[in-house]
Structures are given as C-alpha cells and as structure tokens.
C-alpha cells in the first residue's frame, strides 16, 4: 500500500478534492471523538466531569482515577481495582493464542500439503464452525466444562477459545500455504525429509507474516471476549471484560465515570498496543486471505 | 509417496502423521461444534427449565418462543439494527475508501484513525458511546453549555429511538473495518482499464458507477457476510451501552437467548431461539461458503 503507482488513475479538480480533505478529516473526528472524550475526563477530578464541559481539558489534571481503576476500585463485592482481571486476561489470552496458532499452523500445513481424499470437507466444516453464533453452544459447554472439572477455571476459558478460534487459524495458515510452493516441499519429501523437519525447515522459516495475523486475530478477539467470560469465569477467573462491565455497571454509590473512563482505557491498551505495533501488517494480511480469497 | 516398493514402516507411519495431526482438532470441532449443536438442538424440543431434561415436548418451545413479545421485539430489532448497520457501515466503508484512494496526502496518518476502533472491546465502546450520549453529561449538555439551548438528543434514554443508539456505536467500530476491505480491493485493480476508459472520454462519475464498483464485487460480498455475522452474534455492545433497554427496547435475539437460558430458567426457549439463530446465519453462510471452497478447488 506504499508505492504511489497503486493509487487510482482518476484525476479530480481542486473543488472535488478541498470536499474529499473535508470528508476524510470530518470522520477522523467522529472516529477520534468518543476516545478523546474517555482519555480526557478520565485524567479530571468527578466534580469536574458531573458539572463541567466534557470537551474541555481537565481545569486540576489528576491521575487517581486511573490509581482507583487499577488499584481500588470496587468490582463486585471486593474492592480489587482491576487488576487482578487484567493478569486473568493474560493467563487466559497467553496459552490460548499460542496453542490455537501452532494447531492452526499444523492444520494448514496438513490440508495443503498433504491433501487426502475429504479434505475440503472437513475444511469446509471446520470454517463454517467459524461464523456460528456462540448461544449455540453455550449450553452443552457449561456442561462439558463442569464434567471435565474445569467450570469457573482459566484453564476452561483457554480450552473455550482455543476450540472456537480453531477455525480461523486453520483458515489463515491454509490461505497462506496453498500460495506456497508445493515443488519444495515434493523435493525435501524425495530428499527423505518427515513431516515434522519440512515443517520446521521450510514451512516455518516463510511464516511470518501469517502467523502475525494469527497472533493478532486471536489477541483481539479473545482479549475482547465478553459473551464466553460471562458465562464461564468465576470471580477468580473473570477477564478484564467482564469486570469492566461490572464496574461500569455496579449500582451502589456515586458513578464514578473518571474511574470508569480509565478503566475502560486499561481494558482497551493491550489491543491498541498491538494494532499500533502490528497493525498494518494486520490488515495486509487479512485483506491477502480473505478478499483475493 | 511414489513407488510402491518402498513401502516400509517409516514411509507408512508418514502417511499416518498427517491425519493424526490433524485428529485433536477435528475431534474438538466434532464434539465443541457439531455435537454441541445436536445437543442444543435436542433440548430445543425437552421441557429442559433451569437445568437440562431429557423429556421431549415436541414444538412447544418453538411456538411459545414466537408467541412471546420479547422475542417479536428482539427480532424486529434485529431486522432495523442489521439493516441500518450492514447499509450504514458499506456507505461509510466504500466512500473513504474511494476518497482515500485519490493520492490523499496523510493517508498513512488517517488510516489507523479509521481502523482503531475495531481493535476495542465491544464493552469499551459501549462505556464510552453510553456516556457520550447520555443527555445528562454527554452531547446534549455539551451543546447546551456552548449555547445551543434548544438542541436535543436523548435516543439512548428513549424506547423508540435507543436501538438507533446501538446501530451508531456499532457503525462507529466497523466502519474502519470495511473502509479496510474496500481499499484493498480498489488497489487490486488495474488501473491500465481506468486509464482506456479516461481516453475513451468516461467521466469520474462513470468510471466508477461502470467500472469500479462492479469490480469491487468480492469485496462487497466478504464485507456483507461478515457484517451481518457481527449483527446476529451482537451481544456485548447491547449489554455495555443500554443493557437491554430502556425496559425491553434494545433487545436482540443473543441478549434474549442469555436471559432465558440463564437468568429466567427457560432453557428449553432458549435453546430454541439459539437454534433459530444457528439457522438464520447457515442461511447466509453455507452458500458463500460453498461457493468459496469450491472456487478455490478449481
């Protein structure tokens, strides 16, 4: 998307595009505008927020809402802040992305590169697991979780979205592979190459890119997962998802919204800090799977 | 793999570690996804209440679940907000796409500023769309304290209009998104075409009513299948921005699902409403889907 040459041909005169600048500048302030509103009240005193102006910069510029909502704030019953759900959310993401990555990366390798007879059944049947509506199995999965003793658990969680974001990843490393040059791989075969050693020689070594996507996709959505914390974590395994919620929502005392704007900036840092970092090559790569196809 | 003389035990265990590699996670799938379906499906038709029954009830569930108004509401919400959300969100996505695709300069500043959104939790947008519109200390205020007194926005404390509320949340995190897909689909086209076309006197207007826009159908199709995905599993956003309300107005079928299931002990209604759900994204899904897999086997 760098190179100039990319761009369309279409020519426009100045009036059309002074209108174009408009447009574009217009929606970056819509899209920045609800972002910019949280950072700023949150960084102001509640007196402040309840009967002043909420564009206005903070008048008495103080960080306790953000010491509250980390710290003390009160989630539920006990006054934790957020932070023992913010390592939850890491315990749960960690193993989660790591093992539905390598599987996925395994999948992949195996559907392109040792197709047998059915394979694009299952593949077929493993991405339509992708796009069901998650109501679907929430009922036997609270069962399943429970007689495998690991309802209320991280482990359970992990087990959750390692299982539902299977399909992505088998999706993503397929996309990718089927481009690969399957000579190569013919050629280590023929050179008395395994499974495993062309894998890790020559499979993985030309990944990269993929498997950004991968980490990114999973990251995103499993630190944004609120339906399966909800429904599955108990107050020692609930993501910061969750009790964000909670503290938004919790109806005892004053709304304290700066604490409520912090916290909710907590919540969001982890996946803005990854699409800042990784973003684009985020939307490269989704765009090379899923539209091109 | 090519004569068969060579059949010994390494070269057979090799034609064995594909499939085994591949087995715990079609096992997984078999059992989290398509058994869980048939188990959810199952106690569609039990008189299953707080906990699940084996005890089969025929349709009732069904007929009940379409006698209760709370699912009408949650359907016909769902009909507006997925409307309002695919159209509105495809507008927006396609016009800064094209926009941006005209040598902008900054397009490199401006693009991430469109596309953040979609890195947030539904429940971050939902506290900050929540306050922002709340009358009390949001906009409406804002506006009244910069002088304009007689403005007025309270749709997100109003029954009529607070499903509204969610549709601009949820545009305002997607629209980024399909900004994303339609670029990339106009700089996958040739400009070569664009370029014979200019000479042969096309205006902008044409180029891209005739030309463009027609070339763009993959990317309308992925952007519609996967906005009307987000629209029927949309739970979060609800639950973060109005809970449901005010009273009952903002519900959707994936709010209303967890509700009987799991506060109203209604299991067997909700296992039905999830099957109805199921249903109405396999309606949309399996024929893209199909039409995919068997383009690529090609």
């Known amino acids: 998307m760098t190179a100039a040459t990319q761009d369309t041909a279409i020519r426009t005169g100045r009036i059309t595009r002074t209108f174009i600048y408009l447009v574009l500048v217009l929606f970056a302030l819509f899209y920045l505008l609800p972002f910019f509103v949280m950072l700023v009240n949150s960084l102001k005193p509640l007196s ?38 913010f390592l939850n959310s890491i315990l749960m993401v960690a193993p989660a992305v790591i093992i539905s990555t390598v599987l996925g990366a395994l999948n992949g390798y195996v559907l392109t590169k040792w197709r047998f007879r059915g394979d694009t059944i299952l593949f077929g049947l493993m991405l339509f697991a992708c796009f069901i509506p998650f109501q679907i199995v929430l009922i036997p999965m609270a069962r399943m979780l429970g007689l495998l003793g690991l309802a209320g658990s ?50 993985l070594p030309s990944s990269g890119p993929i498997i950004v996507v991968s980490v990114i996709w999973q990251f995103t959505n499993i630190w944004n997962d609120f339906l399966f914390g909800a429904s599955f974590a108990d107050l020692d395994s609930m993501p910061m998802t969750v009790a964000l919620n909670n503290l938004v929502n919790s109806s ?42 | 793999m090519t004569t068969t003389t060579d059949v010994d035990f390494r070269t057979r265990l090799q034609d064995w570690i594909p499939k085994l590699v591949l087995s715990p996670s079609l096992a997984a799938m078999l059992v989290f996804v398509y058994g869980f379906i048939i188990y959810t499906v199952y106690l569609s038709f039990t008189d299953s209440k707080m906990l699940p029954s084996y005890d089969l009830v025929g349709m009732e569930n069904y007929t009940k679940l379409f006698a209760l108004s709370a699912w009408t509401t949650a359907i016909i919400n769902l009909a507006i907000f997925a409307t309002l959300y695919i159209v509105i969100c495809t507008v927006i996505g396609l016009t800064l796409a094209v926009f941006l695709d005209q040598k902008i300069r900054g397009e490199g500043f401006l693009r991430p500023i469109y596309l953040y959104p ?85 205006s902008n207007w044409q180029l891209y009513r005739r030309i463009v826009i027609p070339l763009l159908r993959p990317a309308f199709l992925s952007a519609f299948v996967i906005l009307s995905h987000l629209a029927i599993k949309s739970y979060d956003l609800v639950i973060a921005l109005t809970g449901g309300g005010p009273g009952r107005a903002t519900e959707l079928p994936a709010t209303f699902m967890y509700s009987y299931t799991f506060t109203r002990n209604s299991m067997g209604i909700g296992a039905a409403s999830a099957v109805i759900m199921l249903m109405t994204i396999a309606a949309i899904m399996v024929p893209y889907l199909y039409a995919e897999l068997k383009e690529k086997g090609q």
Do not use: C
Not at chain 1, 159 to 173: A, C, E, K, P, Q
Not at chain 1, 256 to 264: I, K, M, R, T
Not at chain 2, 122 to 137: E, M, Q, R, S
């Open chain 1, 154 to 203: 991280t482990p359970g969680l992990v087990l959750v979205h390692v299982v539902y974001g299977l399909g992505f990843t088998t999706l993503y490393f397929r996309n990718y592979y089927s481009a690969f040059p399957t000579e190569l791989v013919r050629a280590a075969m023929i050179d008395g190459a395994g499974f495993f050693r062309i894998f890790w020689r020559i499979m």
């Open chain 1, 48 to 85: 402040e927020i309840t009967g002043g102006n909420m564009m206005a910069l903070p008048q008495d510029w103080t960080i306790a809402p953000w010491a509250s909502a980390w710290s003390t704030a009160q989630i539920g019953v006990e006054a934790t802040g957020l932070k023992p759900f």
């Open chain 2, 118 to 202: 979609m890195a947030l939790s539904f429940i971050v947008t939902g506290t900050a769309w929540k306050w922002f519109l709340d009358p009390g200390i949001g906009l409406e205020h804002t506006m009244h304290l910069w002088g304009w007194e007689s403005f007025s926005f309270n749709w997100i404390k109003d029954r009529d209009m607070a499903i509204y509320t969610v549709v601009i949340a949820a545009v305002w995190q997607t629209s980024g998104f399909v900004m994303a897909m339609f670029l990339a689909g106009l700089r996958g086209i040739d400009n070569e075409i664009l370029k014979a076309a200019q000479i042969d006197g096309a």
């Open chain 1, 252 to 293: 005892t005392g004053v709304k304290e919204y700066n604490v409520h704007f912090a916290g909710a900036i907590l919540a969001a840092l982890p996946t803005l800090f990854v699409y800042i970092v990784a973003g684009r090559y985020f939307v490269r790569g989704l765009m090379a799977g899923s539209v091109k196809g």
